[in-house]
T-cell receptor, first 112, second 117 residues
Framework: QKEVEQDPGPLSVPEGAIVSLNCTYS??????FMWYRQYSRKGPELLMYTYSSGNKEDGRFTAQVDKSSKYISLFIRDSQPSDSATYLCAMSEGQGAQKLVFGQGTRLTINP | GAVVSQHPSRVICKSGTSVKIECRSLDFQATTMFWYRQFPKQSLMLMATSNEGSKATYEQGVEKDKFLINHASLTLSTLTVTSAHPEDSSFYIC?????????????FGPGTRLLVL
């Protein structure tokens, strides 16, 4: 079993739709949870990060962490064609811990 | 934000040759840099963690003699793929961490696409 599981998609939705992206994990020691966006043939860029459980909102993006279920989500509201990319979740065990463990990434396409 | 560059962005080489990839932090000092490999439609897999002035720490299953990492300064780390073979063809991405910060303070380079013929 992989430490982090993420549905690779592809996921295709119409412009303006609400997108839900999810990851599950098995390592209960994970404390930090990140979402990265990666455009084709580019390096990942950090979208959002959260510590422990709860919600965090930044503009059209909302990240949720449910540690009891070992489940994290990223919601994108009012999706735009420019949001089309691969979204990767990543996790780390804690402050000072260096290793990020990534999910497989979900390829998302927003259709105009 | 912090900027990380990689050079070259793409390289094609013959089987058996060695290839060097550079990773630079442009506007900050990075005591720790990381090297990842990403195969098509797959996730980033950490290969090694590189600390300035010391030997790199390799992940299980990564051959240290094949993937040589040097971190000679606070702004430069290099990955050399020695005696490259077609199965080494992949997207290599480095990241650099700002100070002793939280995990989210890793900044990624744009990646280097390696094709071994």
């Amino acid at each position: 079993q992989k430490e982090v599981e993420q549905d690779p998609g592809p996921l295709s939705v119409p412009e303006g739709a609400i997108v839900s992206l999810n990851c599950t994990y098995s390592n209960s020691a994970f404390q930090y949870f990140m979402w990265y966006r990666q455009y084709s043939r580019k390096g990942p860029e950090l979208l959002m990060y959260t510590y422990s459980s709860g919600n965090k909102e930044d503009g059209r993006f909302t990240a949720q962490v449910d540690k009891s279920s070992k489940y994290i989500s990223l919601f994108i509201r009012d999706s735009q064609p420019s949001d089309s990319a691969t979204y990767l979740c990543a996790m780390s065990e804690g402050q000072g811990a260096q290793k990020l463990v990534f999910g497989q990434g979900t390829r998302l396409t927003i259709n105009p | 934000g912090a900027v990380v560059s990689q050079h070259p962005s793409r390289v094609i080489c013959k089987s058996g040759t060695s290839v060097k990839i550079e990773c630079r932090s442009l506007d900050f000092q990075a005591t720790t840099m990381f090297w990842y490999r990403q195969f098509p439609k797959q996730s980033l897999m950490l290969m090694a963690t590189s600390n300035e002035g010391s030997k790199a720490t390799y992940e299980q299953g990564v051959e240290k003699d094949k993937f040589l990492i040097n971190h000679a300064s606070l702004t430069l780390s290099t990955l050399t793929v020695t005696s490259a073979h077609p199965e080494d063809s992949s997207f290599y991405i480095c990241s650099a961490r700002v100070g002793q910060g939280l995990p989210e303070t890793q900044y990624f380079g744009p990646g280097t696409r390696l094709l071994v013929l």
